[in-house]
Each structure stands twice: as structure tokens, then as C-alpha cells.
């Protein structure tokens, strides 16, 4: 399965980069009907991945958005056919304090302006900012690539809700509630023991939480529930008035980890109108077993590496033999991505699920280790059987309705009450 990705990869990459016909890539790569079928997919719909994560230094001579070695970069994003990226504005949890309040929002400033920077100042014939659902189609439309902007934590407006209106001035389509620690807002999935949490702090979503949620509804930005706590949010579901998502996040009922959402949440989130962003994180796709664990550690220093972090220091023939290594070894794969797709598909419908790779951080599995490699996605899927139609909903068609309705229910409210 391994070899068959890293061939696929390079073959689509090489196909849509030059715009060979499905026709003379088949030919040249004696590619099967599905394979064939596969790139013409590929190439028809609109791709968005939800989650891609970026450093303070974006946008500068240490990180250049064109052609750094990370996973996702404008020349990743060619090769692989991949149209739209949420680039994302992360800010970790600390101490709530006055100062870092102060703090996280001033990083979170840095991070909109990196953004702002690759797409208005260093590369705007390549790559631009969509403000909404119709700027995505229509800057696709016009050959360049799409940015969008999601916020991960909602930490970064500590306790002014004011800051809401700011950030989506700035382009923020969507607010991740809280990342891995409580805030004010919310319960995080994943408490952090040495800022003092408890299991639970709001039981939930906050009094403030509630206000930030209408809020957020009256502005027309998404709600992304991925990284809260169950109980967060089936009450971020409830107090919606806009269908939410969950940016990057599995099905718990095929991998038991906090982060994924259980059976019960999802069927919240369908009945809601919301959408699940699936997303290639090797731990929320498989639970490893230790031999798993220990052989992949030992897999990277063979190559002298202590974390995937260290990925790029590789050459790209050692990349190639290392990814191959961790199939072998039952590392997660693209069909492991897929499973999950499956399994939430027959539990809340096609309409309902998407994809997203937590590119640049945490994420990448054998077949999809970063944005070059995107065709791989489609090319399982319809191994599996879905329709062109499916797989355009997979895709992005969901996330766009998602961003629709957040528009909609905007449009429709009243103004905010000072």
C-alpha cells in the first residue's frame, strides 16, 4: 500500500502540475480505470483542507509561504491539487492573566499578518484571501489559489468579546473554542494539570461561552468544536444558531481518543447541519499498539531523527524510504483516513463529512504526508467506490454549505446589543 501511494503521488502531482490528460497519464504510468478516474476527480472538484497550521515566522525570509519545507506550501499546493487552505491562526494556552491576555492576542495579530503578507505583499498573483463562501469559488475560478483563516483557540480573545468583530475583520471564518487547557469560553478536551484544571471548569460551555457563540452567529463565523470536551460540544451545538463544524477531527467509535467525536455527538452534529472535518492525525485515526509505537521510533533514528518534526532535514529519497518503512510497519495510512470517512458517512450521511490534514502540526500519514501528495485522498476514494458528486462534497461542497448558512444566519441578526 505504501510503494502504491508514494507511485500514485508522484504520478497525479506530475499529471496536474503540467496538465497532462487523464488520457497520456494513464498510458504513461499504465494506471488502471479507477486510477484514470481518479485524477479526472481530482482535477474537477474543489479541494479545501480545513487545518493547516503555520510558525510566528511565516511570511519572512526563515519561512518563505512559496517553497519552505514544511508540508503545506504554494508549491505543495500545485503539485498536489489543492485549492484552498485554512491557513491558522494558533495561539497556545497559558496562565489567564491580564499580561497573557495581552499576550496570546498580540500573537494572534502576528500570525493575521503573516497571512495578510503572503497573499497581499509577497505572492498576490499566486494566492489570495477569500472572505467568504463566493470569494473561495471565485478566486478559484481565477487560476489562483485560496486562503482562508481560522482561529485555534478562542483564548485569543481572553474575556472582550469585542475582539470577535476585530478578527473577522482580519478574515477569521472560523473560532476553534479552545484548544488543549480550558479557557473562559469553554471545557477543553484534553485539560492541562499544570494550569491547574480539573476535569471540568464550565460543565460545558460557559455563561461567557454562550454570549461568544451568538456572537460569533451574528458575525457569521463558523464554530469549530474539535479540541473541546463532549459535553462542550453537544452545548455548542444547541446554543448554534448556525450549523458548526469540527475543523479536524475523527470518529470515536472507530478510534477511542478524546479528541475524536462520539456517536452521539455526531448525530448532534448532522441533526444540526454541521459538517465533520476528518483529518489524517495518526492518533485519532489508530490506536498504535506498543511494538507499533516502539518501531517507529526506532524507524526514525535509523534515519536520525527524533520526531516527524525533523521530516524535511531528510533528503527526499530518504523521505520516500522512511515513509515506506512506517508502512510496513502499520503506521496510519490514507485508508485508515478513509475508514474513518466510511464510518461517518453510514452513521450522519455524505453531507455531513469532510477532509483536513493538521498540516504543520501534528499531522501526516503514509500517502498524505503533506500537500504534494493531496491526490492520494481521492484516489482511495474512489477506490472505495464514491461518486465524482460524493467526493466534491468530501472535498469542500459540505464546508462551503457550512460557511453559506454561517453567512445566512449573519445576515439575518440584528445588531449587537453594546
Excluded at 450521511?349 to 502540526?361: A, E, K, N, P, T
Aim: hydrophobic share 45%; net charge negative; glycine share 10%.
Amino acid at each position: 500500500m505504501t510503494c502504491r501511494y508514494q507511485l500514485r503521488s508522484a504520478i497525479l502531482a506530475a499529471a496536474l502540475v503540467l496538465g497532462s490528460t487523464a488520457d497520456g497519464w494513464a498510458q504513461d504510468a499504465g494506471a488502471d480505470a479507477a486510477d484514470e478516474r481518479a485524477l479526472e476527480i481530482h482535477d474537477a472538484v474543489l479541494t479545501i483542507d480545513s487545518h493547516d497550521d503555520i510558525p510566528f515566522d511565516f511570511a519572512t525570509d526563515a519561512v518563505d509561504p512559496l517553497d519552505a519545507p514544511r508540508q503545506v506550501n504554494l508549491q505543495k499546493m500545485r503539485a498536489g491539487g489543492l485549492d484552498v487552505a485554512f491557513f491558522i491562526v494558533y495561539v497556545g494556552q497559558t496562565e489567564r492573566t491580564p499580561a497573557n491576555y495581552l499576550q496570546a492576542q498580540a500573537d494572534a495579530i502576528t500570525k493575521f499578518d503573516a497571512i495578510h503578507r503572503m497573499a497581499g505583499e509577497l505572492y498576490p498573483d499566486l494566492i489570495e484571501i477569500a472572505y467568504s463562501a463566493d470569494d473561495v469559488e471565485r478566486i478559484n475560478a481565477s487560476g489562483k489559489l485560496v486562503a482562508a483563516i481560522g482561529i485555534e483557540n478562542g483564548y485569543v480573545i481572553g474575556q472582550d468579546i469585542s475582539l470577535l468583530e476585530r478578527y473577522h475583520e482580519l478574515g477569521a471564518r472560523y473560532v476553534t473554542l479552545a484548544h488543549n487547557g480550558h479557557n473562559d469560553i469553554v471545557d477543553s478536551a484534553q485539560p492541562r494539570a499544570n494550569l491547574g484544571d480539573g476535569l471540568a471548569e464550565h460543565g460545558g460551555i460557559s455563561e461567557f461561552g454562550a454570549e461568544v457563540i451568538a456572537e460569533m452567529n451574528r458575525l457569521g463565523i463558523m464554530i469549530d468544536i474539535s479540541h473541546i470536551s463532549r459535553d462542550a460540544a453537544l452545548d455548542a451545538i444547541r446554543l448554534s444558531r448556525a450549523p458548526v463544524m469540527a475543523s479536524h477531527s475523527n470518529a470515536r467509535g472507530l478510534t477511542d481518543h478524546v479528541r475524536n467525536l462520539d456517536d452521539e455527538s455526531l448525530l448532534a452534529l448532522r441533526d444540526n447541519g454541521g459538517v465533520m472535518q476528518t483529518t489524517a492525525f495518526a492518533g485519532y485515526l489508530k490506536e498504535a499498539t506498543a511494538a507499533e509505537r516502539e518501531a517507529t521510533v526506532a524507524a526514525l533514528a535509523e534515519f536520525g531523527l527524533e520526531g516527524f518534526g525533523d521530516w524535511f532535514s531528510l533528503s527526499e529519497g530518504e523521505r520516500d524510504r522512511l515513509e515506506a518503512r512506517l508502512g510496513e510497519i502499520g503506521y496510519a495510512d490514507v485508508g485508515n483516513l478513509i475508514d474513518h470517512v466510511d464510518y461517518a458517512v453510514e452513521l450522519i450521511g455524505i453531507d455531513h463529512v469532510g477532509l483536513s490534514s493538521d498540516f504543520d502540526g501534528g499531522g501526516g500519514i503514509v500517502g498524505w504526508f503533506d500537500a504534494a501528495d493531496t491526490a492520494n485522498v481521492t484516489l482511495e476514494l474512489v477506490r472505495r467506490g464514491y461518486s465524482e458528486e460524493e467526493i466534491a462534497k468530501l472535498w469542500g461542497g459540505n464546508l462551503l454549505r457550512v460557511w453559506q448558512e454561517a453567512e445566512r444566519v449573519a445576515a439575518q441578526s440584528p445588531p449587537r446589543e453594546n
